[in-house]
């Protein structure tokens, strides 16, 4: 009680409470919630967790906290969806400072208004600070990058409860470690993002979406090669196989000045050839898991040229039928299998991957029933540094642990 007490004398009244099973962060149900509503209440909730000794898991809007490894322990779930302004839009410089709990898709709205975009696109509804924390990306990564790439300033509450903040608002930064590309990817482990800042790019005038249905897997990885090897700069290039052995289709996504997108287009329908077509709107499945909330969920990183050995080696899953969808453009791609699939295929499924893809790529489990019982994020390069990196930061172990690779 004590503890809730002093929470609500940090956020308001109306913003600590206990939480409640719809509070639980894969299966672990914390004891309280705390929306705190700037970075100093956020350091002020952080060091009365430190003075408690409780564990603190940051969530956005939680559209993906069940991804991950789920919680060793959580005491207290810090929502951060009360920092949700957007501080500076200097649209002439082209760069925002932007609070964490802010709505990607919000942010987005106010920057189109004045003709910009952060240009990432992962599927909608998480924060920034969610995204940052995942690296969550969508198609636009092929061009841009993801979000690693597009964020030159930080500003986070150590699990102690100290703000630091790195980087700045030019996009040539101060000398020292890039600590905001430590952050991003962290999933929460290192401290809470508070505030971010990115560079923006100006919103394309004019957009093709080039679409060709692809037979199998050798004609996808011969087509990818083709388009990357040309000169047309494609801002994404996406395949979506909804059924196994069934068809796939590829869709490439080209941005630019009205006066060259039509040409590009068309170079690139002779290039991809067969029933390859040009139109303006991207396909349904643009942009989105190829999965539900309920379902077991991996995602795959590989070299882009082994393109042909990664489907392969994913229709031959033992009976399990995979629905497929991802940048093929960049070698990511999500697969998605029903809840309810055997555990002990999907275990051997992600052996295979794991073995194909040595020593470059990695099978993640993102998402799976407990019964699934394997490591979800297999082999990390440099786990033992890691682990120094997480005890400096966080040396008590108390933000979101268990939850990163290696049961950090
Ligand atoms: C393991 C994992 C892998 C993912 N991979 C992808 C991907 O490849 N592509 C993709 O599009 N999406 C991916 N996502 C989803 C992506 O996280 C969501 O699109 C985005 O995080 C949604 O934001 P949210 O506000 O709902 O975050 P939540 O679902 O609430 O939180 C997501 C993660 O970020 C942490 N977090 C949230 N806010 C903060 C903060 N302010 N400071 C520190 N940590 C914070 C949470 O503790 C949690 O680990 C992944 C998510 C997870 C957990």
């Known amino acids: 009680m004590a503890v809730l007490a002093g929470l609500a004398a940090i956020c308001g009244a109306g913003n600590a409470r206990e939480a409640g099973p719809h509070d639980a962060v894969a299966g672990v149900t914390p004891k309280y919630v705390a929306a705190p509503g700037c970075t100093e209440e956020v350091a002020a909730v952080l060091r009365l967790a430190a003075d408690q000794a409780l564990t603190v898991v940051p969530r956005g809007t939680g559209t993906k906290l069940a991804w991950g490894a789920p919680p060793r322990s959580v005491d207290l779930v810090l929502d951060t969806t009360r920092l949700a302004r957007v501080v500076e839009h200097a649209a002439g410089d082209l760069v925002v400072v932007v609070e964490a709990g802010t709505r990607l898709d919000t942010l987005q709205e106010t920057l189109a208004a004045h003709g910009q975009r952060l240009a990432l696109d992962p599927p909608s509804g998480g924060t920034v600070g969610g995204t940052v924390a995942a690296n969550a990306a969508g198609p636009l990564r092929l061009l841009y ?220 489990l993102l998402q799976a029933p407990p019964a699934v019982a394997v490591d979800r994020w297999g082999d990390v390069p440099a786990l033992a540094l890691m682990r120094r990196v997480k005890t400096q930061f966080d040396p008590a172990h108390r933000l979101s642990p268990g939850r990163f690779v290696g049961g950090i």
């Open 145 to 364: 990058g993801t979000a690693r790439d597009l964020l030159i300033g930080v500003t986070v509450v150590r699990a102690d409860g100290v703000v630091a903040r790195a980087g700045g608002k030019v996009v040539k930064n101060v000398a020292g470690y890039d600590l905001g590309k430590l952050f991003t990817g962290s999933y929460g482990t290192l401290g809470v993002i508070t505030q971010a800042v990115f560079r923006l790019h100006p919103l394309p005038a004019a957009r093709a979406y080039v679409t060709r249905t692809v037979a199998d897997a050798a004609e996808a990885s011969r087509l990818v090669q083709a388009v990357l090897r040309s000169q047309l700069v494609p801002a994404a290039l996406e395949l979506d196989l909804p059924r196994p052995g069934g068809p796939a289709t590829l869709v490439v996504l080209l941005e630019g000045a009205p006066a060259g997108v039509p040409a590009r287009a068309e170079t690139l329908v002779a290039l991809l050839g067969g029933d390859a077509r040009a139109g303006e709107e991207a396909p349904p499945w643009w942009g989105r898991h190829p999965f539900g909330p309920d379902d077991i969920t991996l995602k795959i990183a590989y070299p882009i040229a082994d393109l042909e050995a990664v489907m392969t080696a994913l229709a031959g899953a033992g009976g399990l039928e995979p629905t497929l969808r991802g940048s093929v453009g960049t070698g990511v791609l999500h697969a998605g299998l029903p809840g309810d699939a055997d555990p002990a295929a999907v275990a051997r499924l992600l052996g295979t991957l794991r073995q194909a893809l040595r020593p470059w790529g990695s099978a993640i």
